[in-house]
């Protein structure tokens, strides 16, 4: 879905134009943010890999999927590092509880306390997700008796989580041009990065600001911000909204100009990637070729 933000349609224009001449290199970053970690991938619904998927797959098949769209080449191999370093028993805070609501003596400084940063949201009037995962119709009542019975409530140290909280992965495409990711729980806040590095220049862009730099080799440097381009940065950055305007047309006949964005074919390639790199990290990082 991310093909269809105006934040990484304009950037697929600006690599088109040859303004920084080849793709030699592709740096991109998911920082997932500490609180989303804990959210979905410790306490929630993809925590586990044997019932949903690898994290790898769940959160950034989308990143694979843009890194190959925006290079326009086939990955060849991959190769792939990654743990679940900090989300277990072993680095529980001396005597924590199960549940945070228990009485836990680190809940004055613990970061991940599910009381309090749930309890913010609903204080804040945030009833929207992530809180209304936690309960359909958050009120002081209802969140107390999720927290105190379901998932949401649990210690982050003391879950059946077994899915990765920091991974990198590196690909070599078609060409000779390579790409490196890393998507990592530890971050202050949630966000995309990517620098794309050519023969003539580089391109650095910043989806959480919506801010892209163009800094040709020798030339005028050029900072495009995306505000000004859309207002729609609802769902994923406005690509859901998109996504599905396309969709709609193509299922009533009115076929998109130029046809349709993605298809198949590519939401298969994305996957095929995502699962080498999880192939390639239970294998400690040996190379996987597609």
């Given at each position: 879905m991310l093909r269809y933000t105006v934040f990484y349609q304009t950037l697929k224009q600006a690599l088109d134009s040859g303004v920084i001449g080849s793709i030699a290199s592709v740096q991109a970053i998911e920082?997932?943010?500490?609180?989303?970690?804990?959210?979905?991938?410790?306490r929630g619904n993809w925590r586990n890999s044997a019932e949903s998927s690898p994290m790898i797959l769940q959160k950034s098949c989308h990143d694979m999927?843009?890194?190959?769209?925006?290079?326009?080449?086939?990955?060849?191999?991959?190769s792939s590092f990654g743990s679940l370093m900090h989300f277990s028993r072993e680095n529980a805070p001396q005597g924590a509880p199960e549940r945070c609501a228990q009485g836990c003596p680190a809940a004055d400084t613990c970061p991940y306390n599910a009381v309090a940063y749930y309890g913010g949201l609903l204080r804040e009037g945030k009833t929207g997700w992530?809180?209304?995962?936690?309960?359909?119709?958050?009120?002081?009542?209802?969140?107390?008796?999720?927290?105190?019975?379901?998932?949401?409530?649990?210690?982050?140290?003391?879950?059946?989580?077994?899915?990765?909280?920091?991974?990198?992965?590196?690909?070599?495409?078609e060409g000779g041009v390579t790409a490196s990711f890393t998507m990592c729980a530890f971050t202050a806040?949630?966000?995309?990065?990517?620098?794309?590095?050519?023969?003539r220049g580089e391109i650095f862009g910043d989806?959480?600001?919506?801010?892209?730099?163009?800094m040709p080799f020798g030339g005028e440097e050029k900072t495009i911000d995306v505000k000004r381009l859309t207002q729609d940065f609802s769902g994923h950055g406005?690509?859901?909204?998109?996504?599905?305007?396309?969709?709609?047309?193509?299922v009533s006949g009115e076929a998109a100009e130029g046809g349709a964005l993605t298809g198949i074919s590519n939401s298969v390639e994305s996957h095929r990637v995502a699962f080498?790199?999880?192939?390639?990290?239970?294998?400690?990082?040996?190379?996987?070729?597609?």
């Open positions: 920082r997932v943010g500490y609180w989303h970690q804990a959210h979905s991938f410790v999927d843009i890194i190959l769209w925006l290079t326009g080449r086939h990955c060849l191999r991959v992530p809180l209304n995962v936690v309960c359909s119709h958050p009120s002081e009542k209802a969140l107390a008796d999720a927290l105190e019975n379901g998932p949401y409530g649990r210690c982050v140290y003391c879950c059946d989580n077994d899915v990765v909280d920091h991974q990198v992965v590196n690909l070599e495409m806040d949630g966000g995309r990065e990517i620098r794309v590095m050519g023969t989806m959480a600001r919506n801010i892209i730099r163009i406005g690509g859901d909204a998109r996504m599905l305007e396309e969709f709609l047309h193509l080498a790199a999880e192939q390639s990290r239970l294998m400690h990082g040996a190379a996987v070729t597609l």
